[in-house]
């Protein structure tokens, strides 16, 4: 006798605006996509506002396509677009606030050795 097919569960997580988080845990019959998972949780028929053309998806932080199968434990990530590059915004940062303020022995004890902080 072929035994029932266990339901997967998974963890949705999308993030509409900065320090924002909405989360949702759905359960789906066995074979299932990342749409799928995406539907389940209601929020395209909802007013939440979800553009899929503004997100890309990943499953545990990995690119993925909208028809990726999932397997049970995933966690289905939505991610907007970065509004300015890392590496931009550190090279501004430090523009800013100048050699002097920066690095790990920035606050050095007056005549202490080099590499060496209070």
Not at 9 to 31: D, F
């Amino acid at each position: 006798m072929a035994e029932p097919v266990k339901p997967l569960s998974l963890v949705v997580a999308m993030a509409p605006a900065p320090r924002q988080v909405l989360e949702q845990a759905v359960s789906l019959p066995a074979p299932a996509t990342v749409m799928q998972a995406l539907r389940a949780t209601g929020w395209l028929e909802s007013g939440e506002g979800v553009d899929l053309n503004c997100y890309t998806v990943s499953v545990w932080g990995r690119r993925v396509g909208w028809d990726h199968p999932v397997r049970d434990g995933d966690r289905i990530e939505l991610c907007r677009a970065l509004v300015v590059d890392p590496k931009v915004a550190r090279r501004e940062r430090f523009a800013r606030q100048g050699a002097r303020g920066t690095g790990l022995f920035a606050r050095r004890r007056p005549g202490a050795a080099a590499g060496y902080g209070a």
